[in-house]
């Protein structure tokens, strides 16, 4: 794009062409002689030629043509062309003609001929001559610098020899050139000027077009560099820090700088490192790159090496340091200058400004200085001073330069101020890189530095500290910033080679600095009088001149330097403290970076608190009075509420209630505190412009720390000092880090102070005025995180975490970012001063505390921007760093409860990381093993809980920088140690499966490990940062990122929101004492509720089709005999490949739902990898599924094939009677054929009833053959008992089975084994004798449903019922075994079940053989018979009637029964796809519904229903919420009709299938059972009804099948109005699947409930490690009472496993059992805390509504309610259902 400035005008050939429509195509001022035939012109040379033809005047588009007219002659013919055109010719009577249109910059050659009267022509006369060529056209200025114009323009379409160029400034030639190009450049212009460049076009012969000229306006030095720099956009829209820390692609990449663009991020890149080489940044030519020594041609490649330095990609440093100031905002400029000086660079004092004559004194940009020294004058030779370098009044030199000078006075100043061991350049000098190439904006900058000393005589340059300034340039030329300094400076050394002219400005100018002259008497032009004069002038002593005479080395130079300033130091000269300058420099028309606005209403601001503190515990006591004791006893209060390690022998629940109402005071008396006027001025100043706000901060900051550093200062030295001998002093130690904890003040205490503010109102009503004004502050506590200030998430000093204030704070935070609001997060732990703060600070450029005399208490969690280029590679949006208080700190070492805390912050920190840096010092071995225990406890609690962190481990103050390498024995020690604290660690937790420290993380010793040298090279003040240090934390840095990329692959970045809720519920667990047990996380919940709903759908699907696959292939066993051909094999046959399809089936859908299993696992949405440890539980579930279905589906199969060869003796005694009738029926007939006489249908009836009688009279009607079923129950239950003693077999024979079960069950002292009876007491034994009742009514509740089931069926009893019911009570049994039931409770349990059982199965083998009696069964069909007796004598077509017995009989029953055996899928299907299907998607959310409707509904009977028969009511409400669901609206008709058409189109379709394979001569019987077989997937089809309508058959198979297909569209609508005409409740009772129960299958689980308060299991699946529930409730509820007052219990199980209370039960033999090891009695059930203290608030709610209810049914007496339950509404119940179900 053409760069160009407002001054530029154009003038180009444009401005000079004529419009080429206007012009005349010739113009030929004659008389027209028309020829129509010019061929015909002769030419002779007898007619005369024109003389002396010439051009007379030619231009760029026309020339004039003259010659001399022949006598007689008034005719003349022009032509005229150019190469390769064509001649034009023209005639005239004029002897001179115009030409126009002609091409500019062509060659024409122009002819004329006389012509005679005659049309004869004369020889002709030829002339040549060039049209002027036109100026260039679109002049564009392509680039302006600040000494060099770019211009381009179009070429003309005519050849052009050259370009005539020239610029002008004014009337001035400046430069001039000839070019053959169409482009050109002038370079070394002025910078700041207008030019004006004129272009013409030339042409071989000389010929100049007109002049075009463009005008161009130079750049400002300033601006050449800004737009060389890449930097001109941030002159106005300054550079931020925040920008600058972003992580983006620049950061992390080495790229070669090949452009100027590249070199001031590289710049700040490498500084924000605080690497020393940062102002080494230089371009790389391409000759540099491409250049090959090989190749090289000393003739001809010398010259073109010289040459082709591109002097416009060096840039000076110092420009670069200077362009990078005047762009960047206030906070950037002072983290600039913070990390120049850890580097000891030079700092900017005074930075020039090419727009304006005046520069500006960076008096803000130096505050964040912080200095530590010991000077020798300290009387404490320990001692030293620590201050802000702007409020340190120190003596400053300056160094000045006069004119010319030969040495450099920079690298002078370097070797002045280092040791010869420990050479810095603090200064940039012409030997660095690029330090030779000229300076285009630096001029004028005037740098300081200090030296400081460290209080070592041999090796400190100078006894006391001092401020060394260095002005950029010729004091001549900076008079100002001359001024200044010789104002500021107690001595002023002037540098020069020649003081001829230029010493005016020495003797004019107004010293308050004692003046020194450096002179060069090496130089040529050093004059000895003049230096004379001027000496004399000013009056100078022969100290105050140093000279480099010849023979003088540099070295004996600077050595004469430093006597001069160690002397004039010793006379104690004049100190002057920075911010003391700042009236100077207003005096001198300076301007000061702090007087804009914005910085000084802040500073007035943070002052107004700030000198108010004058003592700093007062002042906290007074102004920030909430987060005092207060504050700290809330936070016991909240883990005691966890621990409850002070309850003793109290009522939990009323103990809880009692910490509650403590709590509620202690917030009430926070309250009780008006906002105070401090913390008033705080909020109000947060409330102001973004600009202000930040001012505001870093002032408060700057103040506090001024604070805090002069009263820690001598704390911090005792506490070293008591430190030595801890044992000794342990009390004055925990006195001493009480005073230090209360004399730390900072920003932090504020916002702490704002988070209780907000928190203490939140117990008030929404509505409440005082707590609507507090609803703005965490917005604003958002927007100071946006800001990159840093908040407190865990406040050390009362170690807890306000949670709802940072709750508030991060859902403000996410809704300011949104849709933006992807995190990772990464967490530096380590022992505490190791470097952990400052690593971040290197890594990231983050602030948190370092400094002040204070460390890092607690934990702070910052932002940091992910720029675009980086957010798709590493998933995130912001990186959230966070910065932990040390573990195994000195200060805490010391306190009783360190290791807790420890383990409490590292648990918390590590659960909220993404990665995690464990920060190591080499030198500290002890506490390294502390650490690394700690963590390893915390990645443990992790993997438990589903995350695993990546981790680093990171060893600093490492020697060797290739220790990488030389560590291997190093490495693989650390991971043997890391591997035995794993299993130390495993073991304390209780999960011993963890052998490995890489089974609980990911962790790679080869690429986990980074060892990082010291941070300083030598021996600080005065050393810089160790570049390797700085290489070193980048490497790690770019390796960081890699590793957040390949977070992404594994899973999902979370979002804010995600980690408020980690930091809830791992806070939460972590107020436990055992952490894993007491974990609960919402997220995981969710994630596990996903998992759980897709498998109850793959589950779902694998039961679907495997109850479809089973009904088909039951269907074809039924019908097996009806489409039996002689060639079929028998029935067993038919079953066993049943059953080889079955298993083959059920093979390929398990390794369906499996392989969707494994996919799920796959991918990285929804959080999966938290509940990666369930997989293994949900893949058992998969293989139990499995292996159920199979012995389900092959029982069933075997069953079916039973069933169906028991029919099969029924059929034949039914087919002999139906064949003999038949038989006497056609003998009758053919009789009746014979007759003579016709009979009429009464005289038929009569004759065939004779026959009836007489045939059915005659037949054997012995039938099936009555068993005695109870006899057959008594048998296999002899068979069960017979390993038995012989009194149960005296038992069994002395009993009669029908008169068992007819009593309740009822367990008495006899049932159990006599020593448990005489070993417990009586109170205890009945704890036995209840649960074995309960036992007993489950399993007699279960083997009535098993009997019932089979009895609604219409087959005849199997001995397969009683084996079944039987095994299912010795599995009961078996798993009941702690019961210490004797044999009589066995025997008598079975005798009960098995008489109930054998009663009813009696009943149904009588009513199936009353129902197939053959008798009976004859007289249904005997109408039939007799009215085909009749159509048969009457030879009446039977196609019809037969089609419709047929459609009726055999299609109808089996279409009924089709259509109840599909119903139940697609009805379970409608309801889990229904408005409610969230109930039923997994067990937790269906828990959810259930006690949300009873909680609407407030129905005590419906409560007990819930707790005492859970099962019963379960069965119900699903049942209740089918039934709801259908009668409402048409959907069971839906369904019907979809199963009516399906059917009646496959029977259509089998019918014409058949009809197509049938032979002319086919019969009926043979077209039926074709039918029959096409259909034996789906319809059984009952043989007698068949047999029955194929019998006294003389009808077509042709009409026939037409009548069929006729009377099924009859079938489907009268179906249909039969269904109609069915209500909902007998439809469901109908069908094959019930509903019902595959729906309490999916939710009612395992059936297993809490040994304490039997709330019912939740996890997913049947096959399970742990039984869990969201919620459990008072102990009172499931019956529980105190043994001596006999009021119910309140107490909570989740809250009694985390005290010190003790139970006992018959699992634990009647012995005492601490609550807290329930598992060693209840292995496989997890109880987790709480995740609230309201989360039970739904049960508190229902026990203290119903507890008069509660306490009449159980027999007791009411309960003794905890004062804090009776203030819990009903919407509070409702909510913590939601809160502890995890419902959003």
Same mark, same amino acid.
Request: aromatic share 10%.
């Given at each position: 794009?053409?760069?160009?400035?407002?001054?530029?005008? &154009?003038?180009?050939?444009?401005?000079?062409?004529?419009?080429?429509?206007?012009?005349?195509?010739?113009?030929?001022?004659?008389?027209?002689?028309?020829?129509?035939?010019?061929?015909?012109?002769?030419?002779?040379?007898?007619?005369?030629?024109?003389?002396?033809?010439?051009?007379?005047?030619?231009?760029?588009?026309?020339?004039?043509?003259?010659?001399?007219?022949?006598?007689?002659?008034?005719?003349?013919?022009?032509?005229?062309?150019?190469?390769?055109?064509?001649?034009?010719?023209?005639?005239?009577?004029?002897?001179?003609?115009?030409?126009?249109?002609?091409?500019?910059?062509?060659?024409?050659?122009?002819?004329?001929?006389?012509?005679?009267?005659?049309?004869?022509?004369?020889?002709?006369?030829?002339?040549?001559?060039?049209?002027?060529?036109?100026?260039?056209?679109?002049?564009?200025?392509?680039?302006?610098?600040?000494?060099?114009?770019?211009?381009?323009?179009?070429?003309?379409?005519?050849?052009?020899?050259? =370009?005539?160029?020239?610029?002008?400034?004014?009337?001035?030639?400046?430069?001039?050139?000839?070019?053959?190009?169409?482009?050109?450049?002038?370079?070394?212009?002025?910078?700041?000027?207008?030019?004006?460049?004129?272009?013409?076009?030339?042409?071989?012969?000389?010929?100049?077009?007109?002049?075009?000229?463009?005008? +161009?306006?130079?750049?400002?030095?300033?601006?050449?560099?800004?737009?060389?720099?890449?930097?001109?956009?941030?002159?106005?829209?300054?550079?931020?820090?925040?920008?600058?820390?972003?992580? *983006?692609?620049?950061?992390?990449?080495?790229?070669?700088?090949?452009?100027?663009?590249?070199?001031?991020?590289?710049?700040?890149?490498?500084?924000?490192?605080?690497?020393?080489?940062?102002?080494?940044?230089?371009?790389?030519?391409?000759?540099?790159?491409?250049?090959?020594?090989?190749?090289?041609?000393?003739?001809?490649?010398?010259?073109?090496?010289?040459?082709?330095?591109?002097?416009?990609?060096?840039?000076?440093?110092?420009?670069?340091?200077?362009?990078?100031?005047?762009?960047?905002?206030?906070?950037?400029?002072?983290?600039?200058?913070?990390?120049?000086?850890?580097?000891?660079?030079?700092?900017?004092?005074?930075?020039?400004?090419?727009?304006?004559?005046?520069?500006?004194?960076?008096?803000?940009?130096?505050?964040?200085?912080?200095?530590?020294?010991?000077?020798?004058?300290?009387?404490?030779?320990?001692?030293?001073?620590?201050?802000?370098?702007? @409020?340190?009044?120190?003596?400053?030199?300056?160094?000045?330069?006069?004119?010319?000078?030969?040495?450099?006075?920079?690298?002078?100043?370097?070797?002045?101020? #280092?040791?010869?061991?420990?050479?810095?350049?603090?200064?940039?000098?012409?030997?660095?890189?690029?330090?030779?190439?000229?300076?285009?904006?630096?001029?004028?900058?005037?740098?300081?530095?200090?030296?400081?000393?460290?209080?070592?005589?041999?090796?400190?340059?100078?006894?006391?500290?001092?401020?060394?300034?260095?002005?950029?340039?010729?004091?001549?030329?900076?008079?100002?910033?001359?001024?200044?300094?010789?104002?500021?400076?107690?001595?002023?050394?002037?540098?020069?080679?020649? @003081?001829?002219?230029?010493?005016?400005?020495?003797?004019?100018?107004?010293?308050?600095?004692?003046?020194?002259?450096?002179?060069?008497?090496?130089?040529?032009?050093?004059?000895?009088?003049?230096?004379?004069?001027?000496? #004399?002038?000013?009056?100078?002593?022969?100290?105050?001149?140093?000279?480099?005479? %010849?023979?003088?080395?540099?070295?004996?130079?600077?050595?004469?330097?430093?006597?001069?300033?160690?002397?004039?130091?010793?006379?104690?000269?004049?100190?002057?403290?920075?911010?003391?300058?700042?009236?100077?420099?207003?005096?001198?028309?300076?301007?000061?970076?702090?007087?804009?606005?914005?910085?000084?209403?802040?500073?007035?601001?943070?002052?107004?608190?700030?000198?108010?503190?004058?003592?700093?515990?007062?002042?906290?006591?007074?102004?920030?009075?909430?987060?005092?004791?207060?504050?700290?006893?809330?936070?016991?209060?909240?883990?005691?509420?966890?621990?409850?390690?002070?309850?003793?022998?109290?009522?939990?629940?009323?103990?809880?209630?009692?910490?509650?109402?403590?709590?509620?005071?202690?917030?009430?008396?926070?309250?009780?505190?008006?906002?105070?006027?401090?913390?008033?001025?705080?909020?109000?100043?947060?409330?102001?412009?973004?600009?202000?706000?930040?001012?505001?901060?870093?002032?408060?900051?700057?103040?506090?720390?001024?604070?805090?550093?002069?009263?820690?200062?001598?704390?911090?030295?005792?506490?070293?000092?008591?430190?030595?001998?801890?044992?000794?002093?342990?009390?004055?130690?925990?006195?001493?880090?009480?005073?230090?904890?209360?004399?730390?003040?900072?920003?932090?205490?504020?916002?702490?102070?704002?988070?209780?503010?907000?928190?203490?109102?939140?117990?008030?009503?929404?509505?409440?005025?005082?707590?609507?004004?507090?609803?703005?502050?965490?917005?604003?506590?958002?927007?100071?995180?946006?800001?990159?200030?840093?908040?407190?998430?865990?406040?050390?000093?009362?170690?807890?975490?306000?949670?709802?204030?940072?709750?508030?704070?991060?859902?403000?935070?996410?809704?300011?970012?949104?849709?933006?609001?992807?995190?990772?997060?990464?967490?530096?732990?380590? /022992?505490?001063?190791?470097?952990?703060?400052?690593?971040?600070?290197?890594?990231?450029?983050?602030?948190?505390?370092?400094? *002040?005399?204070?460390?890092?208490?607690?934990?702070?969690?910052?932002?940091?921007?992910?720029?675009?280029?980086?957010?798709?590679?590493?998933?995130?949006?912001?990186?959230?760093?966070?910065?932990?208080?040390?573990?195994?700190?000195?200060?805490?070492?010391?306190?009783?409860?360190?290791?807790?805390?420890?383990?409490?912050?590292?648990?918390?920190?590590?659960?909220?990381?993404?990665?995690?840096? $464990?920060?190591?010092?080499?030198?500290?071995?002890?506490?390294? %093993?502390?650490?690394?225990?700690?963590?390893?406890?915390?990645?443990?609690?992790?993997?438990?809980?589903?995350?695993?962190?990546?981790?680093?481990?990171?060893?600093?103050?490492?020697?060797?920088?290739?220790?990488?390498?030389?560590?291997?024995?190093?490495?693989?020690?650390?991971?043997?140690?890391?591997?035995?604290?794993?299993?130390?660690?495993?073991?304390?937790?209780?999960?011993?499966?963890?052998?490995?420290?890489?089974?609980?993380?990911?962790?790679?010793?080869?690429?986990?490990?980074?060892?990082?040298?010291?941070?300083?090279?030598?021996?600080?003040?005065?050393?810089?940062?160790?570049?390797? =240090?700085?290489?070193?934390?980048?490497?790690?840095?770019?390796?960081?990122?890699?590793?957040?990329?390949?977070?992404?692959?594994?899973?999902?970045?979370?979002?804010?929101?995600?980690?408020?809720?980690?930091?809830?519920? @791992?806070?939460?667990?972590?107020?436990?004492?055992?952490?894993?047990?007491?974990?609960?996380?919402?997220?995981?919940?969710?994630?596990?509720?996903?998992?759980?709903?897709?498998?109850?759908?793959?589950?779902?699907?694998?039961?679907?089709?495997?109850?479809?696959?089973?009904?088909?292939?039951?269907?074809?066993?039924?019908?097996?005999? /009806?489409?039996?051909?002689?060639?079929?094999?028998?029935?067993?046959?038919?079953?066993?490949?049943? %059953?080889?399809?079955?298993?083959?089936?059920?093979?390929?859908?398990?390794?369906?739902?499996?392989?969707?299993?494994?996919?799920?696992?796959?991918?990285?949405?929804?959080?999966?990898?938290?509940?990666?440890?369930?997989?293994?539980?949900?893949?058992?579930?998969?293989?139990?599924?499995?292996?159920?279905?199979?012995?389900?589906?092959?029982?069933?199969?075997?069953?079916?094939?039973?069933?169906?060869?028991?029919?099969?003796?029924?059929?034949?005694?039914?087919?002999?009677?139906?064949?003999?009738?038949?038989?006497?029926?056609?003998?009758?007939?053919?009789?009746?054929?014979?007759?003579?006489?016709?009979?009429?249908?009464?005289?038929?009836?009569? $004759?065939?009833?004779?026959?009836?009688?007489?045939?059915?009279?005659?037949?054997?009607?012995?039938?099936?053959?009555?068993?005695?079923?109870?006899?057959?129950?008594?048998?296999?239950?002899?068979?069960? @008992?017979?390993?038995?003693?012989?009194?149960?077999?005296?038992?069994?024979?002395?009993?009669?089975?029908?008169?068992?079960?007819?009593?309740?069950?009822?367990?008495?002292?006899?049932?159990?084994?006599?020593?448990?009876?005489?070993?417990?007491?009586?109170?205890?034994?009945?704890?036995?004798?209840?649960?074995?009742?309960?036992?007993?009514?489950?399993?007699?509740?279960?083997?009535?449903?098993?009997?019932?089931?089979?009895?609604?069926?219409? *087959?005849?009893?199997?001995?397969?019922?009683?084996?079944?019911?039987?095994?299912?009570?010795?599995?009961?049994?078996?798993?009941?075994?702690?019961?210490?039931?004797?044999?009589?409770?066995?025997?008598?349990?079975?005798?009960?079940?098995?008489?109930?059982? +054998?009663?009813?199965?009696?009943?149904?083998?009588?009513?199936?053989?009353?129902?197939?009696?053959?008798?009976?069964?004859?007289?249904?069909?005997?109408?039939?018979?007799?009215?085909?007796?009749?159509?048969?004598?009457?030879?009446?077509?039977?196609?019809?009637?037969?089609?419709?017995?047929?459609?009726?009989?055999?299609?109808?029953?089996?279409?009924?029964?089709?259509?109840?055996?599909?119903?139940?899928?697609?009805?379970?299907?409608?309801?889990?796809?229904?408005?409610?299907?969230?109930?039923?998607?997994?067990?937790?959310?269906?828990?959810?519904?259930?006690?949300?409707?009873?909680?609407?509904?407030?129905?005590?009977?419906?409560?007990?229903?819930?707790?005492?028969?859970?099962?019963?009511?379960?069965?119900?409400?699903?049942?209740?919420?089918?039934?709801?669901?259908?009668?409402?609206?048409?959907?069971?008709?839906?369904?019907?009709?979809?199963?009516?058409?399906?059917?009646?189109?496959?029977?259509?379709? +089998?019918?014409?299938?058949?009809?197509?394979?049938?032979?002319?001569?086919?019969?009926? %019987?043979? &077209?039926?059972?074709?039918?029959?077989?096409?259909?034996?997937?789906?319809?059984?089809?009952?043989?007698?009804?068949?047999?029955?309508?194929?019998?006294? *058959?003389?009808?077509?198979?042709?009409?026939?099948?037409?009548?069929?297909?006729?009377?099924?569209?009859?079938?489907?609508?009268?179906?249909?109005?039969?269904?109609?005409?069915?209500?909902?409740?007998?439809?469901?009772?109908?069908?094959?699947?019930?509903?019902?129960?595959?729906?309490?299958?999916?939710?009612?689980?395992?059936?297993?409930?809490?040994?304490?308060?039997?709330?019912?299991?939740?996890?997913?699946?049947?096959?399970?490690?742990?039984?869990?529930?969201?919620?459990?409730?008072?102990?009172?509820?499931?019956?529980?009472?105190?043994?001596?007052?006999?009021?119910?219990?309140?107490?909570?199980?989740?809250?009694?496993?985390?005290?010190?209370?003790?139970?006992?039960?018959?699992?634990?033999?009647?012995?005492?059992?601490?609550?807290?090891?329930?598992?060693?009695?209840?292995?496989?059930?997890?109880?987790?805390?709480?995740?609230?203290?309201?989360?039970?608030?739904?049960?508190?709610?229902?026990?203290?509504?119903?507890?008069?209810?509660? +306490?009449?049914?159980?027999?007791?007496?009411?309960?003794?309610?905890?004062?804090?339950?009776?203030?819990?509404?009903?919407?509070?119940?409702?909510?913590?259902?939601?809160?502890?179900?995890?419902?959003?």
């Amino acid at each position: 794009m053409a760069d160009t400035s407002e001054d530029e005008a &154009f003038e180009d050939a444009s401005d000079f062409f004529e419009d080429d429509e206007s012009c005349l195509c010739t113009s030929l001022r004659h008389q027209s002689l028309e020829d129509d035939n010019k061929d015909s012109c002769v030419l002779t040379d007898d007619v005369p030629a024109p003389g002396d033809l010439t051009v007379q005047s030619i231009s760029t588009h026309f020339a004039v043509l003259i010659w001399d007219p022949p006598e007689g002659i008034d005719i003349f013919e022009l032509s005229f062309y150019t190469d390769g055109e064509q001649a034009e010719t023209r005639t005239t009577n004029s002897n001179s003609a115009e030409v126009e249109k002609l091409k500019p910059g062509t060659e024409y050659t122009f002819s004329v001929a006389s012509v005679t009267e005659k049309d004869w022509r004369s020889s002709p006369v030829t002339v040549s001559a060039f049209t002027k060529p036109v100026p260039p056209e679109r002049i564009q200025v392509n680039h302006v610098s600040a000494d060099s114009v770019s211009l381009r323009w179009k070429s003309p379409d005519f050849p052009v020899w050259e =370009y005539h160029v020239t610029c002008w400034q004014g009337d001035q030639l400046v430069q001039e050139m000839a070019t053959k190009s169409n482009k050109t450049t002038f370079n070394n212009l002025s910078s700041g000027v207008q030019y004006s460049i004129k272009v013409t076009t030339v042409l071989e012969n000389g010929s100049e077009s007109k002049i075009a000229t463009r005008y +161009a306006h130079t750049k400002t030095s300033l601006e050449g560099l800004l737009v060389n720099l890449g930097l001109m956009d941030h002159f106005k829209d300054k550079l931020s820090l925040s920008t600058v820390l972003q992580i *983006s692609e620049k950061t992390i990449t080495d790229k070669t700088l090949t452009s100027p663009l590249s070199l001031p991020w590289c710049f700040l890149k490498r500084l924000m490192m605080v690497n020393v080489t940062a102002r080494s940044v230089k371009c790389v030519s391409t000759v540099d790159e491409n250049w090959d020594s090989a190749d090289f041609d000393i003739c001809n490649d010398l010259d073109s090496l010289v040459e082709c330095q591109d002097s416009s990609i060096v840039v000076n440093p110092l420009d670069i340091v200077t362009a990078l100031f005047l762009c960047s905002d206030g906070f950037l400029q002072q983290e600039m200058t913070l990390k120049m000086s850890m580097c000891q660079f030079s700092v900017p004092l005074l930075l020039p400004s090419s727009d304006t004559n005046q520069p500006m004194f960076m008096l803000w940009a130096l505050r964040d200085i912080v200095k530590k020294f010991r000077p020798h004058s300290l009387e404490d030779p320990r001692g030293f001073v620590e201050e802000r370098i702007v @409020l340190s009044a120190l003596p400053m030199v300056s160094f000045v330069r006069l004119g010319k000078c030969g040495f450099s006075k920079s690298q002078i100043l370097n070797k002045l101020l #280092s040791n010869p061991q420990q050479y810095h350049d603090t200064f940039l000098h012409h030997d660095m890189d690029c330090g030779d190439s000229p300076r285009k904006i630096s001029d004028g900058l005037v740098e300081i530095s200090w030296y400081l000393p460290c209080g070592n005589k041999n090796i400190d340059i100078f006894p006391e500290p001092v401020t060394v300034a260095n002005l950029r340039g010729d004091i001549c030329s900076f008079e100002t910033q001359y001024s200044f300094l010789c104002q500021t400076s107690s001595a002023v050394f002037v540098f020069f080679d020649s @003081l001829d002219t230029e010493h005016k400005i020495l003797t004019t100018q107004h010293h308050k600095a004692q003046l020194f002259l450096v002179g060069n008497a090496q130089s040529k032009n050093f004059n000895i009088d003049a230096l004379k004069l001027v000496a #004399s002038e000013l009056n100078l002593k022969k100290a105050n001149v140093i000279l480099k005479v %010849k023979q003088m080395n540099d070295a004996d130079f600077v050595k004469n330097l430093r006597s001069t300033i160690t002397n004039w130091l010793k006379g104690d000269p004049s100190k002057m403290q920075l911010e003391q300058m700042v009236d100077i420099a207003h005096e001198l028309g300076i301007r000061v970076d702090e007087d804009n606005k914005g910085c000084q209403n802040a500073k007035t601001n943070a002052f107004e608190i700030t000198t108010k503190i004058e003592d700093t515990l007062q002042f906290k006591e007074s102004q920030l009075p909430l987060q005092g004791k207060i504050w700290k006893e809330l936070a016991k209060l909240e883990k005691e509420e966890c621990r409850l390690r002070k309850a003793g022998d109290q009522n939990i629940e009323i103990y809880k209630s009692e910490l509650q109402e403590q709590k509620l005071n202690l917030r009430e008396e926070q309250r009780g505190y008006d906002m105070s006027e401090a913390m008033t001025c705080f909020i109000n100043a947060l409330t102001t412009s973004r600009l202000e706000r930040s001012y505001f901060l870093k002032w408060m900051r700057m103040n506090l720390d001024n604070l805090s550093r002069k009263s820690l200062t001598g704390l911090r030295d005792q506490y070293k000092e008591k430190c030595q001998d801890s044992v000794v002093n342990k009390e004055e130690i925990k006195d001493l880090d009480k005073q230090i904890s209360n004399s730390s003040l900072g920003i932090e205490h504020f916002v702490r102070e704002m988070g209780q503010l907000y928190e203490s109102t939140l117990t008030l009503p929404k509505e409440s005025e005082a707590r609507q004004q507090m609803m703005h502050l965490p917005e604003l506590c958002a927007k100071l995180l946006l800001d990159g200030f840093p908040l407190e998430l865990v406040d050390g000093d009362a170690s807890n975490i306000p949670l709802h204030w940072v709750k508030n704070v991060l859902g403000q935070l996410d809704r300011l970012v949104k849709p933006r609001n992807k995190i990772l997060v990464v967490t530096v732990l380590g /022992v505490q001063s190791t470097g952990k703060s400052t690593l971040l600070n290197t890594m990231f450029g983050v602030q948190f505390a370092v400094s *002040s005399g204070r460390c890092t208490r607690g934990a702070f969690m910052l932002l940091i921007k992910v720029s675009d280029d980086l957010r798709n590679k590493m998933d995130c949006d912001f990186l959230v760093i966070i910065d932990t208080e040390g573990l195994k700190s000195p200060e805490l070492a010391q306190l009783d409860d360190s290791y807790e805390h420890d383990n409490e912050l590292a648990t918390l920190v590590i659960g909220l990381s993404d990665v995690t840096i $464990i920060n190591i010092a080499m030198e500290n071995s002890t506490e390294m %093993k502390d650490i690394l225990q700690i963590v390893v406890h915390a990645f443990l609690r992790m993997k438990e809980v589903g995350k695993k962190p990546i981790c680093q481990f990171v060893h600093q103050n490492v020697a060797d920088v290739s220790a990488h390498d030389k560590n291997l024995r190093d490495r693989k020690l650390l991971l043997e140690q890391l591997n035995e604290m794993t299993q130390a660690a495993a073991k304390m937790e209780g999960k011993e499966e963890n052998q490995k420290f890489t089974d609980v993380m990911e962790y790679d010793p080869e690429i986990g490990n980074w060892y990082i040298p010291g941070l300083w090279h030598g021996n600080p003040p005065m050393a810089p940062v160790n570049a390797g =240090y700085s290489e070193a934390v980048y490497d790690f840095k770019k390796t960081m990122v890699q590793v957040f990329g390949n977070i992404k692959e594994t899973n999902t970045s979370g979002n804010i929101k995600d980690f408020l809720e980690w930091t809830k519920s @791992l806070w939460n667990a972590v107020k436990y004492e055992n952490f894993i047990f007491s974990f609960r996380n919402s997220l995981v919940a969710d994630a596990y509720m996903r998992l759980c709903t897709e498998y109850h759908k793959w589950e779902w699907d694998f039961k679907k089709h495997m109850y479809s696959w089973l009904t088909s292939a039951e269907t074809k066993i039924s019908n097996f005999e /009806v489409i039996r051909t002689e060639l079929d094999n028998d029935i067993n046959y038919f079953l066993c490949q049943l %059953k080889t399809k079955a298993v083959l089936e059920l093979d390929q859908r398990e390794k369906v739902v499996l392989n969707s299993l494994t996919e799920y696992f796959k991918q990285t949405e929804g959080h999966v990898y938290l509940v990666e440890r369930y997989r293994e539980d949900f893949t058992n579930n998969v293989k139990c599924l499995r292996r159920d279905l199979e012995n389900s589906v092959l029982r069933k199969l075997e069953l079916a094939s039973c069933i169906s060869q028991g029919m099969r003796k029924l059929e034949n005694i039914k087919k002999t009677h139906t064949d003999l009738l038949g038989k006497r029926v056609l003998a009758l007939l053919e009789k009746c054929k014979t007759s003579s006489s016709r009979k009429t249908d009464s005289e038929l009836e009569k $004759i065939f009833e004779k026959v009836w009688q007489e045939t059915v009279s005659e037949l054997a009607l012995h039938g099936l053959e009555h068993n005695n079923i109870v006899s057959n129950v008594y048998h296999h239950l002899r068979s069960n @008992l017979k390993q038995k003693g012989g009194s149960v077999h005296e038992m069994i024979n002395n009993v009669n089975l029908l008169e068992c079960g007819i009593h309740p069950f009822t367990v008495t002292a006899e049932n159990f084994i006599q020593r448990i009876v005489h070993k417990v007491k009586k109170f205890f034994f009945e704890d036995f004798q209840m649960k074995a009742q309960e036992v007993a009514d489950n399993l007699i509740q279960k083997c009535v449903s098993v009997v019932d089931e089979k009895c609604l069926g219409t *087959s005849d009893y199997h001995e397969n019922y009683i084996e079944d019911i039987l095994h299912k009570i010795d599995d009961t049994l078996s798993a009941n075994r702690k019961l210490h039931t004797s044999e009589i409770f066995e025997v008598s349990l079975k005798l009960h079940i098995c008489g109930i059982a +054998a009663r009813c199965f009696q009943d149904m083998h009588d009513h199936f053989i009353q129902e197939n009696d053959p008798c009976r069964c004859l007289e249904q069909f005997k109408e039939k018979y007799f009215t085909d007796f009749k159509d048969l004598y009457n030879e009446r077509d039977q196609c019809k009637r037969k089609a419709e017995e047929f459609t009726t009989l055999c299609l109808k029953p089996a279409v009924e029964s089709w259509v109840a055996a599909s119903l139940g899928p697609d009805i379970v299907d409608e309801v889990l796809m229904g408005k409610n299907a969230l109930q039923f998607s997994t067990r937790a959310f269906f828990q959810y519904s259930l006690l949300r409707q009873l909680l609407l509904e407030s129905n005590f009977e419906s409560y007990v229903r819930y707790i005492c028969f859970y099962k019963d009511f379960v069965k119900e409400w699903i049942y209740d919420r089918i039934r709801e669901h259908f009668a409402n609206g048409n959907k069971m008709s839906q369904l019907e009709d979809k199963y009516l058409k399906t059917i009646s189109k496959e029977i259509l379709e +089998a019918i014409q299938t058949t009809q197509k394979q049938t032979h002319s001569g086919a019969t009926v %019987k043979e &077209f039926i059972q074709k039918i029959c077989r096409e259909l034996e997937a789906k319809l059984a089809i009952p043989k007698d009804a068949v047999d029955a309508v194929m019998a006294l *058959s003389n009808a077509k198979v042709e009409p026939f099948a037409h009548s069929l297909s006729g009377f099924i569209q009859d079938l489907e609508r009268s179906l249909k109005n039969t269904f109609l005409k069915l209500d909902t409740e007998t439809r469901l009772q109908t069908l094959k699947m019930k509903p019902q129960d595959e729906l309490f299958k999916r939710v009612f689980g395992c059936g297993k409930g809490c040994p304490f308060c039997k709330a019912p299991c939740e996890a997913g699946g049947d096959v399970h490690t742990d039984h869990w529930a969201s919620i459990h409730r008072p102990e009172g509820l499931g019956k529980y009472r105190f043994t001596m007052s006999e009021k119910l219990v309140t107490e909570i199980c989740s809250s009694s496993v985390f005290s010190d209370r003790k139970f006992k039960c018959y699992e634990t033999n009647q012995e005492y059992h601490p609550f807290k090891k329930y598992r060693e009695i209840f292995p496989d059930w997890h109880i987790p805390a709480d995740p609230s203290i309201q989360a039970s608030d739904y049960w508190k709610y229902v026990m203290v509504k119903f507890n008069q209810q509660f +306490a009449e049914r159980y027999k007791a007496k009411p309960a003794n309610i905890p004062i804090v339950w009776l203030l819990i509404t009903k919407e509070q119940a409702e909510d913590s259902l939601k809160e502890s179900f995890s419902i959003k």
